[in-house]
Protein backbone atom coordinates (compact mmCIF):
# COMPACT_ATOMS: atom_id res chain seq x y z
CA UNK A 1 0.00 0.00 0.00
CA UNK A 2 2.51 2.33 1.19
CA UNK A 3 5.03 2.12 -2.31
CA UNK A 4 1.42 2.75 -4.54
CA UNK A 5 1.15 5.65 -2.45
CA UNK A 6 4.73 7.07 -3.09
CA UNK A 7 4.57 5.96 -6.85
CA UNK A 8 0.86 8.14 -7.21
CA UNK A 9 2.79 11.15 -5.51
CA UNK A 10 5.91 10.75 -7.75
CA UNK A 11 3.89 10.72 -11.19
CA UNK A 12 1.98 13.62 -9.68
CA UNK A 13 4.66 15.28 -8.68
CA UNK A 14 6.81 15.01 -12.39
CA UNK A 15 3.51 15.87 -13.91
CA UNK A 16 3.98 19.30 -11.68
CA UNK A 17 7.67 19.97 -13.01
CA UNK A 18 6.32 19.78 -16.41
CA UNK A 19 3.55 21.68 -16.02
CA UNK A 20 5.63 24.44 -14.49
CA UNK A 21 8.13 23.84 -17.42
CA UNK A 22 5.79 24.48 -19.85
CA UNK A 23 3.81 27.92 -18.76
CA UNK A 24 7.30 29.33 -17.54
CA UNK A 25 8.59 28.60 -21.34
CA UNK A 26 5.38 29.97 -22.46
CA UNK A 27 5.61 33.10 -20.58
CA UNK A 28 9.35 33.72 -21.48
CA UNK A 29 8.18 33.50 -25.27
CA UNK A 30 5.68 36.13 -24.88
CA UNK A 31 8.11 38.20 -22.90
CA UNK A 32 10.79 37.77 -25.73
CA UNK A 33 8.02 38.51 -28.35
CA UNK A 34 7.46 41.89 -27.21
CA UNK A 35 10.93 42.62 -27.04
CA UNK A 36 10.77 41.27 -30.51
CA UNK A 37 8.66 44.18 -32.00
CA UNK A 38 9.74 47.01 -30.02
CA UNK A 39 13.17 46.05 -31.51
CA UNK A 40 12.19 45.89 -34.76
CA UNK A 41 10.04 48.42 -35.14
CA UNK A 42 13.46 50.82 -33.38
CA UNK A 43 15.82 48.86 -36.13
CA UNK A 44 13.00 49.42 -38.96
CA UNK A 45 12.41 53.00 -38.71
CA UNK A 46 16.04 54.64 -38.25
CA UNK A 47 17.29 52.13 -40.82
CA UNK A 48 15.23 53.67 -43.22
CA UNK A 49 15.23 57.08 -41.65
CA UNK A 50 18.66 57.46 -40.65
CA UNK A 51 19.87 58.16 -44.85
CA UNK A 52 17.46 61.33 -44.75
CA UNK A 53 19.93 63.07 -42.15
CA UNK A 54 22.45 62.47 -44.22
CA UNK A 55 21.22 63.39 -47.28
CA UNK A 56 19.29 66.46 -46.60
CA UNK A 57 21.44 67.11 -43.26
CA UNK A 58 20.77 66.89 -40.03
CA UNK A 59 21.15 71.08 -39.48
CA UNK A 60 18.83 71.63 -42.66
CA UNK A 61 16.29 69.41 -41.53
CA UNK A 62 15.71 69.82 -38.09
CA UNK A 63 16.12 73.72 -38.26
CA UNK A 64 14.21 73.97 -41.54
CA UNK A 65 11.41 75.91 -42.01
CA UNK A 66 9.81 75.43 -45.26
CA UNK A 67 8.50 72.08 -46.01
CA UNK A 68 7.81 71.61 -49.39
CA UNK A 69 8.13 68.14 -51.13
CA UNK A 70 7.80 69.08 -54.22
CA UNK A 71 10.70 72.08 -54.24
CA UNK A 72 12.73 68.93 -51.96
CA UNK A 73 12.35 71.12 -49.10
CA UNK A 74 12.29 68.92 -46.08
CA UNK A 75 12.60 71.39 -42.71
CA UNK A 76 10.65 69.98 -40.18
CA UNK A 77 11.07 73.17 -37.87
CA UNK A 78 7.51 74.36 -38.48
CA UNK A 79 6.15 70.70 -37.05
CA UNK A 80 8.24 70.73 -33.97
CA UNK A 81 7.36 74.36 -33.00
CA UNK A 82 3.68 72.90 -33.60
CA UNK A 83 3.98 69.66 -31.83
CA UNK A 84 5.58 71.13 -28.53
CA UNK A 85 3.49 74.50 -28.06
CA UNK A 86 0.47 71.76 -28.99
CA UNK A 87 1.71 69.25 -26.00
CA UNK A 88 3.09 71.87 -23.53
CA UNK A 89 -0.64 73.78 -23.55
CA UNK A 90 -2.33 70.72 -23.37
CA UNK A 91 -0.25 69.71 -20.40
CA UNK A 92 0.35 72.59 -18.75
CA UNK A 93 -3.54 73.38 -18.08
CA UNK A 94 -4.53 69.68 -18.33
CA UNK A 95 -2.21 68.30 -15.77
CA UNK A 96 -3.93 71.36 -13.76
CA UNK A 97 -7.49 70.07 -14.18
CA UNK A 98 -6.57 66.58 -13.71
CA UNK A 99 -4.78 67.07 -10.58
CA UNK A 100 -8.02 68.87 -9.07
CA UNK A 101 -10.37 66.56 -10.46
CA UNK A 102 -8.35 63.76 -8.91
CA UNK A 103 -8.05 65.63 -5.61
CA UNK A 104 -11.83 66.25 -5.72
CA UNK A 105 -12.23 62.61 -5.75
CA UNK A 106 -10.13 61.04 -3.96
CA UNK A 107 -10.67 63.18 -0.86
CA UNK A 108 -13.53 65.62 -1.44
CA UNK A 109 -16.55 64.67 -3.30
CA UNK A 110 -19.48 62.86 -1.48
CA UNK A 111 -20.06 59.03 -2.80
CA UNK A 112 -23.32 60.06 -4.96
CA UNK A 113 -21.32 61.97 -6.85
CA UNK A 114 -18.31 60.51 -6.85
CA UNK A 115 -20.25 57.37 -8.63
CA UNK A 116 -21.43 59.48 -11.25
CA UNK A 117 -17.80 61.15 -12.62
CA UNK A 118 -15.86 58.26 -11.72
CA UNK A 119 -17.78 56.50 -14.77
CA UNK A 120 -18.20 59.33 -16.62
CA UNK A 121 -14.03 59.99 -16.83
CA UNK A 122 -13.03 55.97 -17.43
CA UNK A 123 -15.86 56.18 -20.78
CA UNK A 124 -13.95 59.49 -21.88
CA UNK A 125 -10.80 57.03 -21.68
CA UNK A 126 -12.60 54.61 -23.93
CA UNK A 127 -13.27 56.99 -26.81
CA UNK A 128 -11.57 56.68 -29.51
CA UNK A 129 -9.56 59.75 -30.64
CA UNK A 130 -11.08 60.13 -34.12
CA UNK A 131 -14.52 60.58 -32.45
CA UNK A 132 -12.79 63.25 -30.27
CA UNK A 133 -11.54 64.58 -33.69
CA UNK A 134 -14.84 64.60 -35.12
CA UNK A 135 -16.34 66.16 -31.80
CA UNK A 136 -13.48 68.83 -32.00
CA UNK A 137 -14.61 69.25 -35.39
CA UNK A 138 -18.33 70.09 -35.72
CA UNK A 139 -18.14 72.10 -32.21
CA UNK A 140 -15.19 73.40 -30.62
CA UNK A 141 -13.86 74.35 -34.10
CA UNK A 142 -16.68 76.37 -34.72
CA UNK A 143 -16.74 78.09 -31.60
CA UNK A 144 -13.22 78.91 -31.79
CA UNK A 145 -14.00 80.96 -34.77
CA UNK A 146 -17.04 82.85 -33.65
CA UNK A 147 -15.68 82.97 -30.21
CA UNK A 148 -11.83 84.46 -30.70
CA UNK A 149 -13.29 86.11 -33.82
CA UNK A 150 -10.45 84.07 -36.02
CA UNK A 151 -10.31 83.66 -39.52
CA UNK A 152 -11.29 79.78 -39.07
CA UNK A 153 -11.27 77.76 -35.93
CA UNK A 154 -8.45 75.40 -37.05
CA UNK A 155 -5.95 76.15 -35.53
CA UNK A 156 -3.75 75.57 -32.48
CA UNK A 157 -5.87 76.40 -29.85
CA UNK A 158 -8.38 73.42 -31.26
CA UNK A 159 -5.64 71.11 -30.57
CA UNK A 160 -4.76 72.13 -27.30
CA UNK A 161 -8.30 72.21 -26.07
CA UNK A 162 -8.95 68.24 -27.54
CA UNK A 163 -5.57 67.13 -26.46
CA UNK A 164 -6.67 68.45 -22.93
CA UNK A 165 -10.05 66.58 -22.45
CA UNK A 166 -7.70 63.74 -24.13
CA UNK A 167 -4.94 63.60 -21.63
CA UNK A 168 -7.67 63.99 -18.70
CA UNK A 169 -8.65 60.75 -18.12
CA UNK A 170 -5.05 59.65 -17.99
CA UNK A 171 -3.91 62.01 -15.47
CA UNK A 172 -6.85 62.02 -13.25
CA UNK A 173 -7.04 57.66 -12.77
CA UNK A 174 -3.81 57.49 -12.08
CA UNK A 175 -3.55 60.07 -10.04
CA UNK A 176 -6.78 59.63 -7.97
CA UNK A 177 -4.97 56.13 -7.60
CA UNK A 178 -1.55 57.79 -6.18
CA UNK A 179 -3.25 60.17 -3.84
CA UNK A 180 -5.63 57.05 -2.14
CA UNK A 181 -2.49 54.99 -1.69
CA UNK A 182 -1.10 57.78 0.82
CA UNK A 183 -0.75 56.08 3.83
CA UNK A 184 -3.55 57.07 6.23
CA UNK A 185 -1.45 57.52 8.94
CA UNK A 186 0.25 60.38 7.30
CA UNK A 187 -3.26 62.37 6.82
CA UNK A 188 -4.10 61.69 10.18
CA UNK A 189 -0.88 63.30 11.93
CA UNK A 190 -1.67 66.01 9.46
CA UNK A 191 -5.48 66.63 11.29
CA UNK A 192 -4.35 65.54 14.51
CA UNK A 193 -1.79 68.48 14.70
CA UNK A 194 -4.56 70.83 13.64
CA UNK A 195 -3.89 71.44 9.94
CA UNK A 196 -7.27 72.26 8.11
CA UNK A 197 -8.52 69.55 5.07
CA UNK A 198 -7.07 71.73 2.55
CA UNK A 199 -3.89 72.39 4.27
CA UNK A 200 -3.62 68.98 4.35
CA UNK A 201 -4.13 67.94 0.95
CA UNK A 202 -1.59 70.84 -0.25
CA UNK A 203 1.10 70.26 2.28
CA UNK A 204 0.74 66.60 2.92
CA UNK A 205 -1.25 64.06 0.58
CA UNK A 206 0.34 65.54 -2.46
CA UNK A 207 3.84 65.85 -1.70
CA UNK A 208 3.64 62.35 -0.70
CA UNK A 209 1.92 61.39 -4.09
CA UNK A 210 4.57 63.00 -5.63
CA UNK A 211 5.71 60.97 -8.13
CA UNK A 212 2.42 59.16 -8.95
CA UNK A 213 1.29 62.16 -9.91
CA UNK A 214 4.21 63.33 -11.64
CA UNK A 215 4.20 59.74 -13.58
CA UNK A 216 0.39 60.36 -14.82
CA UNK A 217 1.66 63.87 -15.82
CA UNK A 218 4.32 62.32 -18.07
CA UNK A 219 2.13 59.64 -19.47
CA UNK A 220 -0.25 62.31 -20.84
CA UNK A 221 2.63 64.26 -22.23
CA UNK A 222 3.34 61.39 -23.89
CA UNK A 223 -0.54 60.79 -25.37
CA UNK A 224 -0.46 64.33 -26.46
CA UNK A 225 2.54 64.41 -28.31
CA UNK A 226 1.59 61.32 -29.97
CA UNK A 227 -1.83 62.20 -31.13
CA UNK A 228 -2.56 62.01 -34.22
CA UNK A 229 -5.79 61.63 -36.10
CA UNK A 230 -7.89 63.95 -33.61
CA UNK A 231 -4.84 65.98 -34.53
CA UNK A 232 -5.03 66.42 -38.41
CA UNK A 233 -9.27 67.03 -37.85
CA UNK A 234 -8.48 70.40 -35.75
CA UNK A 235 -5.34 71.25 -36.54
CA UNK A 236 -5.48 72.71 -40.48
CA UNK A 237 -2.26 71.51 -40.94
CA UNK A 238 -0.77 74.73 -42.58
CA UNK A 239 3.27 74.11 -42.76
CA UNK A 240 3.69 77.24 -40.79
CA UNK A 241 4.76 78.26 -37.89
CA UNK A 242 1.94 79.49 -35.70
CA UNK A 243 2.11 83.43 -35.25
CA UNK A 244 -1.22 83.56 -33.17
CA UNK A 245 -3.30 80.65 -31.21
CA UNK A 246 -5.66 80.09 -33.68
CA UNK A 247 -3.04 79.52 -36.26
CA UNK A 248 -3.59 76.81 -38.44
CA UNK A 249 -0.50 74.41 -37.56
CA UNK A 250 0.68 71.10 -38.14
CA UNK A 251 2.10 68.91 -35.98
CA UNK A 252 4.70 66.25 -36.23
CA UNK A 253 2.61 63.25 -36.06
CA UNK A 254 -0.14 64.85 -38.39
CA UNK A 255 2.48 65.29 -41.12
CA UNK A 256 3.23 61.47 -40.92
CA UNK A 257 -0.02 59.90 -41.28
CA UNK A 258 -0.48 63.27 -44.21
CA UNK A 259 1.46 62.16 -46.36
CA UNK A 260 2.97 58.59 -45.63
CA UNK A 261 0.55 57.58 -48.34
CA UNK A 262 2.10 58.48 -51.45
CA UNK A 263 5.45 59.46 -50.49
CA UNK A 264 8.09 57.91 -52.25
CA UNK A 265 11.89 58.15 -52.34
CA UNK A 266 13.56 61.13 -50.23
CA UNK A 267 9.87 62.15 -48.75
CA UNK A 268 9.28 58.73 -47.81
CA UNK A 269 12.07 59.08 -46.10
CA UNK A 270 12.17 62.38 -44.32
CA UNK A 271 8.78 61.09 -42.94
CA UNK A 272 10.37 58.05 -41.42
CA UNK A 273 13.06 61.22 -39.83
CA UNK A 274 10.42 62.37 -38.71
CA UNK A 275 9.34 59.32 -36.44
CA UNK A 276 13.01 59.36 -35.17
CA UNK A 277 12.58 63.04 -33.90
CA UNK A 278 9.02 61.79 -32.24
CA UNK A 279 10.49 58.80 -31.05
CA UNK A 280 13.55 61.10 -29.33
CA UNK A 281 11.08 63.12 -27.72
CA UNK A 282 9.02 60.34 -26.11
CA UNK A 283 12.39 58.77 -24.91
CA UNK A 284 13.51 62.03 -23.61
CA UNK A 285 10.14 62.61 -21.94
CA UNK A 286 10.80 58.59 -20.58
CA UNK A 287 14.27 59.61 -19.08
CA UNK A 288 13.24 62.93 -17.04
CA UNK A 289 10.25 60.64 -15.63
CA UNK A 290 12.73 57.65 -14.48
CA UNK A 291 14.41 60.44 -13.01
CA UNK A 292 11.78 61.74 -11.29
CA UNK A 293 10.58 58.97 -9.94
CA UNK A 294 13.86 57.71 -8.72
CA UNK A 295 14.37 61.01 -6.82
CA UNK A 296 10.50 61.02 -5.67
CA UNK A 297 11.45 57.32 -4.31
CA UNK A 298 14.36 58.84 -2.65
CA UNK A 299 12.95 61.11 -0.93
CA UNK A 300 10.06 59.13 0.17
CA UNK A 301 12.37 56.63 2.05
CA UNK A 302 14.23 59.13 3.65
CA UNK B 1 -7.60 20.47 -14.41
CA UNK B 2 -9.65 17.78 -17.41
CA UNK B 3 -12.18 20.20 -16.75
CA UNK B 4 -9.66 23.13 -17.60
CA UNK B 5 -8.11 20.83 -20.69
CA UNK B 6 -11.62 20.18 -22.36
CA UNK B 7 -12.80 24.08 -22.61
CA UNK B 8 -9.40 24.78 -24.25
CA UNK B 9 -9.33 22.06 -26.86
CA UNK B 10 -12.64 23.24 -27.30
CA UNK B 11 -12.15 26.38 -27.71
CA UNK B 12 -9.09 26.20 -30.24
CA UNK B 13 -11.43 23.58 -32.05
CA UNK B 14 -14.22 26.56 -32.70
CA UNK B 15 -11.56 28.70 -33.66
CA UNK B 16 -10.35 26.83 -36.47
CA UNK B 17 -13.65 25.48 -37.78
CA UNK B 18 -14.36 29.33 -38.16
CA UNK B 19 -10.69 29.58 -40.30
CA UNK B 20 -12.24 26.53 -42.39
CA UNK B 21 -15.39 28.18 -43.07
CA UNK B 22 -13.91 31.49 -43.78
CA UNK B 23 -11.38 29.84 -46.38
CA UNK B 24 -14.43 27.76 -47.88
CA UNK B 25 -17.09 30.56 -48.56
CA UNK B 26 -18.19 31.71 -51.53
CA UNK B 27 -15.86 31.73 -54.72
CA UNK B 28 -16.35 35.54 -55.12
CA UNK B 29 -13.69 37.62 -56.51
CA UNK B 30 -12.46 40.98 -55.21
CA UNK B 31 -11.40 43.58 -56.92
CA UNK B 32 -9.87 46.28 -54.84
CA UNK B 33 -9.75 49.67 -56.44
CA UNK B 34 -7.39 52.35 -54.24
CA UNK B 35 -6.47 55.95 -54.96
CA UNK B 36 -8.70 59.23 -55.96
CA UNK B 37 -11.59 60.60 -53.82
CA UNK B 38 -12.75 62.33 -56.45
CA UNK B 39 -12.79 59.16 -58.85
CA UNK B 40 -13.70 56.95 -55.68
CA UNK B 41 -18.05 58.24 -55.85
CA UNK B 42 -18.29 57.42 -59.78
CA UNK B 43 -16.18 54.28 -59.50
CA UNK B 44 -18.54 53.12 -56.66
CA UNK B 45 -22.04 54.25 -58.76
CA UNK B 46 -20.24 52.33 -61.29
CA UNK B 47 -19.31 48.93 -59.01
CA UNK B 48 -22.93 48.73 -57.32
CA UNK B 49 -24.27 48.55 -61.17
CA UNK B 50 -21.42 46.25 -62.36
CA UNK B 51 -21.95 43.88 -58.97
CA UNK B 52 -25.68 43.72 -60.04
CA UNK B 53 -25.15 41.23 -62.88
CA UNK B 54 -20.99 39.71 -62.01
CA UNK B 55 -20.00 37.38 -59.34
CA UNK B 56 -17.21 39.93 -57.68
CA UNK B 57 -16.86 42.37 -54.99
CA UNK B 58 -15.85 46.02 -55.74
CA UNK B 59 -14.28 47.17 -52.75
CA UNK B 60 -13.31 51.10 -53.30
CA UNK B 61 -10.59 52.79 -51.25
CA UNK B 62 -9.42 56.44 -51.10
CA UNK B 63 -6.08 57.85 -50.14
CA UNK B 64 -5.55 60.62 -52.76
CA UNK B 65 -4.42 60.09 -56.82
CA UNK B 66 -0.92 59.40 -55.64
CA UNK B 67 -1.42 56.53 -53.19
CA UNK B 68 -3.75 55.49 -56.53
CA UNK B 69 -0.51 55.51 -58.69
CA UNK B 70 1.86 54.01 -56.24
CA UNK B 71 -0.42 50.99 -55.07
CA UNK B 72 -0.80 50.14 -58.71
CA UNK B 73 2.74 50.50 -59.51
CA UNK B 74 3.82 48.03 -55.99
CA UNK B 75 0.55 45.72 -57.75
CA UNK B 76 -0.72 45.90 -53.89
CA UNK B 77 -4.38 46.86 -55.67
CA UNK B 78 -6.02 45.50 -59.13
CA UNK B 79 -6.84 49.19 -59.88
CA UNK B 80 -5.53 52.33 -58.60
CA UNK B 81 -7.12 55.14 -59.39
CA UNK B 82 -5.85 58.85 -60.34
CA UNK B 83 -7.41 62.33 -60.96
CA UNK B 84 -4.51 64.22 -62.68
CA UNK B 85 -1.84 62.81 -65.69
CA UNK B 86 0.54 60.71 -64.57
CA UNK B 87 3.86 62.94 -63.56
CA UNK B 88 6.96 61.78 -65.84
CA UNK B 89 8.77 60.11 -62.94
CA UNK B 90 5.45 58.08 -62.72
CA UNK B 91 5.59 56.84 -66.76
CA UNK B 92 7.11 53.84 -68.00
CA UNK B 93 7.18 51.48 -65.36
CA UNK B 94 4.46 49.43 -66.77
CA UNK B 95 1.01 50.93 -65.67
CA UNK B 96 -1.72 50.93 -68.39
CA UNK B 97 -3.97 54.22 -68.44
CA UNK B 98 -7.67 54.16 -69.30
CA UNK B 99 -9.21 57.62 -69.55
CA UNK B 100 -12.55 56.53 -68.05
CA UNK B 101 -14.63 60.00 -67.63
CA UNK B 102 -13.35 64.02 -67.76
CA UNK B 103 -14.05 65.84 -64.84
CA UNK B 104 -14.13 69.59 -64.36
CA UNK B 105 -12.18 71.54 -61.07
CA UNK B 106 -14.46 73.81 -59.78
CA UNK B 107 -13.73 77.03 -57.41
CA UNK B 108 -15.62 77.03 -54.10
CA UNK B 109 -16.80 80.01 -52.05
CA UNK B 110 -19.78 79.61 -49.18
CA UNK B 111 -23.49 79.91 -50.32
CA UNK B 112 -22.91 83.34 -47.90
CA UNK B 113 -20.07 84.86 -49.76
CA UNK B 114 -21.04 87.88 -52.25
CA UNK B 115 -18.36 87.41 -54.61
CA UNK B 116 -19.16 85.05 -57.51
CA UNK B 117 -16.97 85.97 -59.93
CA UNK B 118 -12.85 85.58 -60.40
CA UNK B 119 -10.42 85.68 -62.70
CA UNK B 120 -7.78 83.15 -63.44
CA UNK B 121 -5.07 85.80 -62.04
CA UNK B 122 -7.14 86.85 -59.11
CA UNK B 123 -7.57 82.90 -58.28
CA UNK B 124 -3.74 82.18 -58.88
CA UNK B 125 -2.96 84.92 -56.23
CA UNK B 126 -5.88 84.30 -53.66
CA UNK B 127 -4.16 80.52 -53.58
CA UNK B 128 -0.68 82.11 -53.07
CA UNK B 129 -1.61 84.14 -50.70
CA UNK B 130 -0.78 87.22 -52.35
CA UNK B 131 -4.57 88.79 -52.05
CA UNK B 132 -5.86 88.11 -48.43
CA UNK B 133 -8.77 89.83 -47.91
CA UNK B 134 -11.97 89.56 -49.36
CA UNK B 135 -12.42 93.23 -50.15
CA UNK B 136 -9.91 93.04 -52.50
CA UNK B 137 -11.78 91.13 -55.35
CA UNK B 138 -15.34 92.56 -54.70
CA UNK B 139 -16.68 91.17 -51.16
CA UNK B 140 -16.12 92.24 -47.88
CA UNK B 141 -14.07 92.94 -45.63
CA UNK B 142 -12.99 89.67 -43.95
CA UNK B 143 -9.69 87.58 -44.12
CA UNK B 144 -9.84 84.80 -46.76
CA UNK B 145 -9.14 81.03 -45.99
CA UNK B 146 -7.66 79.03 -48.40
CA UNK B 147 -9.10 75.60 -47.93
CA UNK B 148 -6.50 73.00 -50.18
CA UNK B 149 -5.83 69.43 -50.34
CA UNK B 150 -2.72 67.26 -49.10
CA UNK B 151 0.27 67.27 -51.40
CA UNK B 152 -0.67 64.09 -53.10
CA UNK B 153 -3.90 64.82 -54.11
CA UNK B 154 -4.77 64.54 -57.48
CA UNK B 155 -7.01 67.14 -57.73
CA UNK B 156 -5.24 69.69 -56.23
CA UNK B 157 -1.96 68.97 -58.80
CA UNK B 158 -4.30 68.97 -61.94
CA UNK B 159 -5.97 72.69 -60.01
CA UNK B 160 -2.11 73.72 -59.64
CA UNK B 161 -1.56 72.79 -63.19
CA UNK B 162 -4.43 74.34 -65.08
CA UNK B 163 -4.45 77.71 -62.45
CA UNK B 164 -0.62 77.99 -62.99
CA UNK B 165 0.09 78.32 -59.06
CA UNK B 166 3.52 76.38 -59.48
CA UNK B 167 6.61 77.61 -60.75
CA UNK B 168 9.56 75.48 -62.29
CA UNK B 169 12.73 74.67 -60.62
CA UNK B 170 16.34 74.70 -62.01
CA UNK B 171 15.75 71.07 -62.97
CA UNK B 172 12.05 71.69 -64.62
CA UNK B 173 10.85 70.03 -61.33
CA UNK B 174 7.22 71.60 -61.01
CA UNK B 175 7.11 73.64 -57.40
CA UNK B 176 3.57 73.73 -55.77
CA UNK B 177 2.79 77.09 -54.10
CA UNK B 178 -0.38 76.71 -53.32
CA UNK B 179 -0.56 78.20 -49.74
CA UNK B 180 -3.58 76.47 -47.91
CA UNK B 181 -4.76 77.30 -44.40
CA UNK B 182 -6.37 74.40 -43.66
CA UNK B 183 -5.66 71.19 -45.65
CA UNK B 184 -8.47 68.40 -45.80
CA UNK B 185 -7.45 65.22 -47.19
CA UNK B 186 -10.93 64.13 -49.35
CA UNK B 187 -12.50 66.78 -51.66
CA UNK B 188 -15.72 65.94 -48.84
CA UNK B 189 -13.37 66.68 -46.17
CA UNK B 190 -12.84 70.05 -48.04
CA UNK B 191 -16.41 70.61 -49.08
CA UNK B 192 -17.48 70.26 -45.53
CA UNK B 193 -14.46 73.03 -44.27
CA UNK B 194 -15.87 75.30 -47.30
CA UNK B 195 -19.68 74.93 -45.93
CA UNK B 196 -18.41 75.64 -42.50
CA UNK B 197 -16.86 79.03 -42.69
CA UNK B 198 -18.32 81.81 -44.62
CA UNK B 199 -14.59 83.16 -45.74
CA UNK B 200 -13.20 80.01 -47.24
CA UNK B 201 -11.86 79.51 -50.75
CA UNK B 202 -11.58 76.23 -52.17
CA UNK B 203 -11.55 73.93 -54.90
CA UNK B 204 -13.67 70.75 -55.67
CA UNK B 205 -14.27 67.85 -58.43
CA UNK B 206 -17.14 69.06 -60.52
CA UNK B 207 -18.98 65.68 -60.03
CA UNK B 208 -19.53 66.75 -56.38
CA UNK B 209 -20.48 70.41 -56.80
CA UNK B 210 -24.09 70.75 -55.22
CA UNK B 211 -25.90 73.58 -53.55
CA UNK B 212 -24.01 73.05 -50.84
CA UNK B 213 -21.41 75.73 -51.94
CA UNK B 214 -21.16 77.97 -54.64
CA UNK B 215 -19.23 77.32 -57.73
CA UNK B 216 -17.15 80.41 -59.04
CA UNK B 217 -17.84 81.55 -62.45
CA UNK B 218 -14.18 81.86 -63.80
CA UNK B 219 -12.83 84.42 -66.71
CA UNK B 220 -16.72 84.82 -67.35
CA UNK B 221 -17.04 80.80 -67.68
CA UNK B 222 -19.40 79.22 -64.68
CA UNK B 223 -18.77 75.74 -64.00
CA UNK B 224 -21.06 73.48 -65.67
CA UNK B 225 -20.43 70.08 -67.06
CA UNK B 226 -21.61 72.13 -70.29
CA UNK B 227 -19.12 74.18 -70.33
CA UNK B 228 -15.98 71.56 -69.79
CA UNK B 229 -17.00 69.58 -72.74
CA UNK B 230 -17.29 72.89 -74.79
CA UNK B 231 -13.96 73.92 -73.54
CA UNK B 232 -14.99 76.90 -72.45
CA UNK B 233 -14.47 76.27 -68.61
CA UNK B 234 -10.42 75.72 -68.99
CA UNK B 235 -10.32 74.03 -65.37
CA UNK B 236 -10.46 69.99 -66.45
CA UNK B 237 -8.73 66.99 -65.83
CA UNK B 238 -9.11 63.31 -66.96
CA UNK B 239 -10.07 60.18 -64.25
CA UNK B 240 -7.79 57.63 -64.64
CA UNK B 241 -7.98 54.07 -64.05
CA UNK B 242 -4.40 52.52 -63.75
CA UNK B 243 -3.66 48.78 -64.19
CA UNK B 244 -0.47 47.42 -63.70
CA UNK B 245 0.72 45.10 -67.01
CA UNK B 246 -0.14 41.87 -65.22
CA UNK B 247 -3.30 40.50 -66.98
CA UNK B 248 -6.09 40.52 -64.44
CA UNK B 249 -9.53 39.21 -66.03
CA UNK B 250 -11.82 40.75 -63.58
CA UNK B 251 -10.51 44.19 -63.27
CA UNK B 252 -9.76 44.80 -67.11
CA UNK B 253 -13.63 43.12 -67.17
CA UNK B 254 -14.92 45.71 -65.30
CA UNK B 255 -13.30 48.62 -66.42
CA UNK B 256 -14.77 47.33 -70.39
CA UNK B 257 -18.17 47.57 -68.72
CA UNK B 258 -17.02 51.47 -67.81
CA UNK B 259 -15.87 52.33 -70.83
CA UNK B 260 -19.12 50.56 -72.43
CA UNK B 261 -21.84 52.32 -73.39
CA UNK B 262 -23.89 51.70 -70.21
CA UNK B 263 -21.50 52.88 -68.28
CA UNK B 264 -20.52 55.71 -70.04
CA UNK B 265 -24.28 56.67 -69.74
CA UNK B 266 -23.74 56.22 -65.76
CA UNK B 267 -20.57 58.48 -65.95
CA UNK B 268 -22.78 61.09 -67.66
CA UNK B 269 -25.53 60.92 -65.11
CA UNK B 270 -23.70 61.55 -62.71
CA UNK B 271 -22.21 64.73 -63.97
CA UNK B 272 -18.89 63.74 -65.31
CA UNK B 273 -17.57 63.90 -68.91
CA UNK B 274 -18.18 60.88 -70.80
CA UNK B 275 -15.44 60.10 -73.28
CA UNK B 276 -16.74 57.73 -75.60
Redesign the interface.
Known amino acids: MKQKNEICIDKKSKKNNLYEKVFRNIFLVCACFSILCVVIIIVFIFKTGAPAFFEIGMFDFIFGSEWNPSANAFGILTMIVASILGTLGAVIVGALIGVFVAIFLAELSPKWLYKIIKPAIELLAGIPSVVYGFFGLMIIVPNIQKIFNAPDGHGLLAVIFILIIMILPTIVNISENAIRSVPREFKEGSLAIGASHIQTIFKVLIPSAKSGILSSIVLGTGRAIGETMAVILVAGCATRFPTSLTSSVRTLTANIALEMGYATGLHREALFATGIVLFLFIMIINIILTILINKGVKNNAE | MKKNISIIIGLVLALSMTFVLAGCGSDEVTITAIGSTTVGPIAQTLADKYEENNDVLIDIQG ?5 G ?2 KALEQACDIGMASRELKDSEKGQGLIEHVIARDGIAVIVNNSNTVSELSLDQIKSIFKKEITNWNEVGGVD ?4 VCAR ?3 SGTRAAFMEIANI ?1 EK ?1 ADG ?4 LI ?5 S ?1 SNGALKA ?1 VV ?2 E ?2 IGFLSLGLLDEEVKGIVVEGVAPTVANVLTGEYSISRPLLLLTSGEENEEANAFIDFILSEEGQDIVEEEKYIRVD
Open positions: GGSSVVSAPIVEAGYDNEIDDGDVIDSGNNT
